[in-house]
């Protein structure tokens, strides 16, 4: 290689080695702030206290000064050209100050606003601004300043800007510094090429420029009296002022050498692979996360570069490969086939990035990086993050560069808005406030926090942002920070301390501690205390000696107090004060009124209180996020007008005088109401209303039967008592449950009890006369007292349903003795109570309209009392928690609020006897494709649809504590949730065919079988034929297809078992199939599938495969069996009462009571499972409703668990 290319070529290295460095060392100087408003217009604080200016000061003058120092040393100077062209070459040597001056400043200003990759992203389009302006000012023969130039260079800057997607950082004023760098430094580089007319030396170009740049820049600076070095903020950034002065010395040296050998078009080529290389080291140093877009910018860059250098190899290329060259029509098509790369990798990219948090996974946690340092805030709140947090966010981050920030988010929508943020050193994670709260003080605080909100109204949020934080500093040894305080002017303890909290003030009787800012080693005893006494001084439900509401809690008090205190004798650990000068975000107030029922009008009328109407409460208070208003059950008008407000109706309604419909700004939950017969003519007068707010859940059956007579079938499900959704606010175990309570229980009935049981038991009445009856804070406490007591207890015999219903959802044994006249439930001598209808499974009942008094004695005295049973019918209980809560979760704030209180998954209820089915379930479509449908054009989706789901509910009806595996690779885990948060226990295994056939007789299929068997008509019934071999073969267990219903449990039935599609006996079915885990029958039929399969035939690798099969194990004797193994074979009517062909016809169609009467006879005695045929019934509801008073519209609507879904 000639020597002066191969200096060339180090200079260039040096170049560009030397400009990496000073864009690194460059934006460490600017990091240190960060927007201060929200959105494209954001500046930082960088920018606002000029310290680009500074740098750009500091850059020029070490470098010209040093330039000149060198000129005049060695002497080594060429004097300004002389005659006719020293006029011209003062006016460029001016201008190229001048310019020189204004992109140094645009650079740094971008440095302080947006990321220098960002920065260099947008400098990557100089080559186009150089050649346009040579185009039109300078001409040069050694630059070939083409269109296919002009098509390279291009590509070479798109391939660069790829770079900048995604960054989060990019504003208007720092691409608008960017760009004028760009125009400035093209402009500058011509001038400097006509300076090199005059002087030769690269050396005296720069001095010039840079040292009276400088000179100007240092006056305007000292004119605004800025003394620049004071402001510094320490000694580390000054020496990064000097390293990035001095790089900026060598790379301007370097660079400027190169542009004397060079035309300004191939210097703009070098500059833009230099930027690459910045980018990338920027990538590096800041930990940037490397994306598919860097890879598809560099690959687009390559490209222009490759064209532009191929541009003087034109002829000989195309001559090589015989084509006749045309620059046009070559250009065309290099920038046509590189934008349709682009852009289909862009698409692709977009479409394939984009981040799904319509659902949040509450067990994902912040990123764990090891050698870094951590804080963390949080968002308790119930409302939006607002933008002005985001940005306070940024802000503490951009302060605090190297640092790792944890948001813990107590919203869906606070997750999305830190990944909008995509910054990688910014994390999110969703709060689980008793997760948080555990080995703490504050986590039987937590507990109770339905009372609490009752009691301290709105502010409960900000009481919880509180403890957190104190649970956090417990927790871990991070920086916390309040995230609705603007950190703007805030800046990091120059000599952080161990333990330090902020306050406003420096005068210690007005402290106003908020702990805004604080900083805490885990586990420090300050912590501890403070924790202590925050229970302590908090109101208490058990002591409300006053009515004032909201109850007050004054944090910053107790911090005062508490730093007293502890600081008088630990000296050694007590937090040092650190006085901050800070104001607080201005947030918009709270919109949103989330309420509770009163019952005071009830109260008044009748001289006493039935807590119970209290007690059904708390169940809705839980999903509450805070509590701001008060709904009076008997005078909803109160509340007209006074903003939305959002409330449980889950209550008793019978009063004639109830004002219907409610204020239009109420918007309620119509779940689980009674319905009182006084109340129907308002309902009759009001029908419309209701059929908006239908379906209406219903809290018994004989509320279920009114609505179904005024508004339809269709129109209300039994949704049971919301109190069964009650969570136990004390976790124990039943050795640790003590005591016997007795709840209104007649004397007539109490005197049945044996006579250790009465003297052991507490009495307990849920009516109140006292004078607490009149105050509304008085009457939620009592009632919450009564469910604390309820909580602990070891049995609970009442005749209140409102004491039995809270037990069965704690999981406390209940008796409940059903009579005439119950108190507060009503009931005649011969009817029993309405309002227990559908309930009195879930108690261990002593139904005294069934049993005469000696039998109720035999019973009483026969149990057990020492170790009371867990109460029976688990299966109805887990039934009604599923159906409201997918009424509840529907609701954004109600379904954050859950997870974040904790509530969800529900805890299993206690259960005497477990017995866990495994059942297998394969689904192999998605919602691409369509499945046909005999005897129809049209086909139904191969989407996960209600049917489906309905089988899975149909095995959770009859089996809660059931294992269900589904097999598919085209569903997500997620999709189950409804039912996984309720405890019923359903996994999405995805699987691949290679995999599953591993170690099986069928492993020969895989392999060319494999492949063309996937092209074919019928491989998606064909996959799930092999599928539920193997995974039957390999787990064991129960297979049914996604259209089988059960309607009876398998709890008597023993695996093995095929059944029958005819009545004869002739054909086998494989839509439900049972065996043990390696079954040799099994193994039979894997081997015939993978040596006979055929693609051609619906159903000769199912149900022709089984009987086929089954033909070879028959004995002489009629038995299936062999080698010790047998199979038997369950009568059609187990599960094919239809067959496929008049299933449509006869389930779905017929209409007639005695064919329904037949049907449900059939199913009774026979039918363990209904199947329906999707091949021939899949069009079948999924575009109305079912038809009415048909045995299918029963079947799918009987057997479910999300009972609010009507079908």
Not at 106 to 111: F, G
Not at 654 to 668: A, F, Q, R
Not at 1003 to 1021: E, I, P
Not at 1119 to 1134: C, F, H, I, P, R
Request: net charge positive; glycine share 4%; charged share 20%.
């Amino acid at each position: 290689m000639d020597k002066k290319w191969t200096l060339l070529f180090a200079v260039v290295i040096l170049w560009w080695v030397a400009n990496t460095i000073v864009s690194i060392v460059s934006k460490k100087l600017m990091i240190d702030g960060s927007p201060v408003t929200s959105g494209v217009t954001n500046w930082t604080p960088a920018f606002v206290d000029l310290r680009w200016i500074e740098l750009t000061a500091f850059q020029l003058l070490f470098g010209g000064t040093v330039a000149m120092i060198w000129l005049r040393t060695t002497g080594n100077r060429n004097n300004a050209a002389t005659n006719s062209n020293a006029k011209a070459s003062k006016y460029t040597v001016v201008a190229a100050i001048i310019i020189n001056l204004v992109g140094n400043l645009a650079t740094n200003a971008a440095y302080a606003i947006i990321s220098s990759s960002s920065t260099q992203v947008i400098k990557s389009f100089e080559p186009i601004f150089i050649f346009t302006l040579m185009r039109c000012f300078y001409k040069e023969e050694e630059e070939n300043l083409t269109y296919i130039a002009l098509s390279s260079v291009t590509l070479m800057s798109l391939g660069a800007s790829l770079f900048v997607v995604g960054d989060s950082s990019l504003n208007v004023w720092g691409v608008g510094a960017a760009v004028v760098s760009n125009i400035a430094f093209a402009v500058r580089n011509i001038f400097l090429k006509k300076m090199h007319t005059f002087r030769e030396n690269s050396f005296q170009n720069y001095a010039i420029i840079s040292f009276y740049g400088g000179i100007f820049i240092l006056l305007v600076v000292l004119g605004n009296k800025v003394v620049f070095l004071k402001t510094l903020p320490g000694a580390t950034l000054r020496t990064e002022y000097a390293v990035s002065s001095f790089f900026y010395f060598v790379y301007n040296i370097a660079s400027i050498s190169v542009l004397q050998s060079v035309g300004p078009l191939s210097h703009s080529l070098f500059n833009l692979t230099e930027r690459v290389i910045v980018i990338l080291a920027n990538i590096i140093f800041f930990s940037i996360p490397f994306s598919l877009i860097v890879v598809l910018g560099f690959l687009v860059f390559l490209l222009g570069l490759v064209m532009y250098h191929l541009k003087s190899l034109k002829p000989h290329v195309f001559k090589l490969f015989n084509i006749k060259y045309n620059s046009l029509r070559c250009t065309i098509a290099y920038v046509s086939i590189s934008l349709v790369l682009v852009l289909t990798v862009l698409f692709v990219y977009h479409s394939s990035s984009k981040e799904n948090v319509d659902y949040v996974d509450i067990n994902k946690k912040c990123k764990i990086l090891e050698k870094q340092k951590y804080m963390t805030t949080s968002w308790v709140y119930s409302k939006e993050l607002p933008k002005e947090v985001i940005s306070n966010i940024n802000s503490m981050h951009f302060l605090n560069p190297n640092t790792f920030l944890c948001v813990y988010c107590g919203t869906s929508q606070c997750i999305k808005a830190i990944v909008d943020l995509k910054n990688h050193l910014i994390d999110s994670e969703f709060l689980v406030i008793p997760k948080i709260l555990k080995d703490t003080p504050l986590e039987s605080w937590f507990s109770h926090h339905p009372i609490n909100k009752v009691l301290v109204g709105p502010e409960f949020e900000t009481h919880l942002q509180e403890a957190v934080q104190l649970a956090l500093h417990w927790h871990q040894q991070r920086l916390y920070f309040n995230p609705t305080l603007n950190v703007k002017n805030f800046i990091m303890p120059s000599q952080p301390h161990n333990a330090w909290i902020s306050s406003r003030t420096n005068n210690l009787t007005k402290q106003t501690f908020k702990f805004e800012i604080s900083n805490f080693p885990s586990h420090h005893p300050f912590v501890a205390q403070l924790m202590e006494n925050y229970v302590k001084d908090y109101p208490k439900f058990g002591d409300i000696s006053h009515s004032t509401w909201p109850l007050a809690f004054d944090f910053q008090r107790t911090i005062r107090d508490t730093f007293a205190k502890f600081c008088s004798s630990n000296t050694d650990t007590c937090p040092t004060i650190i006085t901050i000068h800070v104001s607080e975000l201005k947030l918009t107030k709270v919109s949103h009124h989330f309420a509770t029922l009163t019952y005071d009008q009830n109260v008044a009328e009748n001289k006493g209180a039935n807590l119970g109407n209290e007690i059904q409460g708390f169940p809705g208070l839980q999903f509450l996020p805070y509590v701001n208003k008060f709904l009076e059950r008997d005078n909803l008008d109160q509340s007209k007008g006074t903003g939305h407000v959002t409330v449980f109706f889950n209550a008793w309604w019978g009063d004639s005088k109830t004002s219907w419909p409610p204020p239009s700004n109420i918007d309620p939950l119509l779940l689980s109401i009674h319905l009182d017969s006084d109340i129907i003519p308002i309902i009759k007068k009001n029908l419309e209303y209701f059929r908006n707010k239908a379906p209406i859940g219903s809290k018994d059956l004989e509320t279920l039967h009114i609505l179904h007579n005024l508004l339809g079938p269709d129109a209300a499900y039994f949704s049971g008592c919301l109190t069964l959704l009650l969570k136990n606010p004390n976790q124990i175990s039943s050795n640790q449950r003590k005591d016997i309570y007795l709840v209104d229980v007649k004397s007539d009935y109490e005197s049945l009890l044996p006579v250790q049981i009465r003297e052991k038991a507490i009495k307990i009445e849920h009516y109140i006369t006292s004078d607490e009856k009149d105050d509304n804070m008085k009457r939620f406490s009592a009632a919450y007292n009564l469910i604390e007591k309820y909580s602990r207890a070891s049995i609970v015999i009442t005749q209140r349903i409102h004491a039995a219903l809270p037990c069965v959802a704690m999981g406390t044994p209940v008796i409940f003795i059903n009579s005439p006249n119950l108190k507060g439930g009503g009931g005649s001598d011969t009817k029993p109570s309405p309002r227990t209808t559908g309930l009195l499974s879930l108690f261990h009942t002593l139904d005294m309209y069934t049993m005469s008094v000696e039998d109720a004695k035999e019973w009483l005295s026969t149990f057990n009392w020492q170790a009371p049973p867990p109460n029976p019918d688990v299966g109805k209980l887990m039934r009604i928690r599923a159906t409201a809560w997918d009424v509840i979760r529907q609701r954004s704030y109600f379904y954050d609020a859950s997870q974040k209180f904790g509530l969800i998954p529900f805890s299993p209820p206690p259960v005497a006897e477990k017995r866990q089915l495994l059942f297998h379930l394969v689904f192999t479509t998605t919602s691409k494709s369509t499945v046909s449908v005999f005897g129809s054009s049209k086909g139904v989706s191969g989407a996960f649809n209600w049917r489906h789901l309905r089988t899975l509910e149909s095995i959770f009806y009859h089996h809660p504590f059931a294992k269900v595996i589904i097999h598919s690779s085209t569903l997500l885990q997620r999709q189950f949730n409804v039912l996984t948060e309720v405890g019923y226990n359903v996994e999405v295994l995805t699987y691949t065919l290679e995999d599953l056939v591993k170690d099986t007789p069928a492993a020969s299929f895989v392999g060319d079988k494999l492949k063309s068997a996937t092209g074919g008509k019928f491989w998606y019934a064909h996959e799930a034929d092999l599928t539920r071999l193997l995974v039957l073969y390999k787990w064991g267990g129960v297979y049914i297809d996604t259209d089988v219903i059960l309607v009876r449990s398998f709890d008597n039935l023993k695996l093995n078992k095929l059944v029958w599609q005819d009545l004869d006996g002739n054909w086998l079915n494989n839509g439900v199939i049972m065996f043990e885990k390696g079954h040799s029958f099994l193994r039979d039929c894997l081997k015939e599938f993978a040596e006979t399969y055929r693609g051609d035939l619906w159903d000769y690798n199912g149900p022709r495969l089984l009987t086929r099969i089954l033909g070879k194990w028959k004995d002489a004797n009629g038995l299936y069996q062999q080698n010790g193994s047998d199979v038997q074979v369950m009568e059609k009517n187990a599960f094919y009462m239809f067959s496929w062909d008049v299933v449509e016809e006869q389930c779905f169609q017929d209409t007639s009571e005695s064919s329904f009467a037949d049907h449900m006879k059939t199913m009774k005695e026979k039918a363990y499972g209904v199947h329906l045929a999707s091949k021939m019934t899949g069009l079948e509801g999924m575009e109305s409703k079912l038809k009415e008073k048909t045995f299918c519209k029963y079947v799918l609507n009987e057997f479910c668990v999300l009972c609010n879904r009507i079908y």
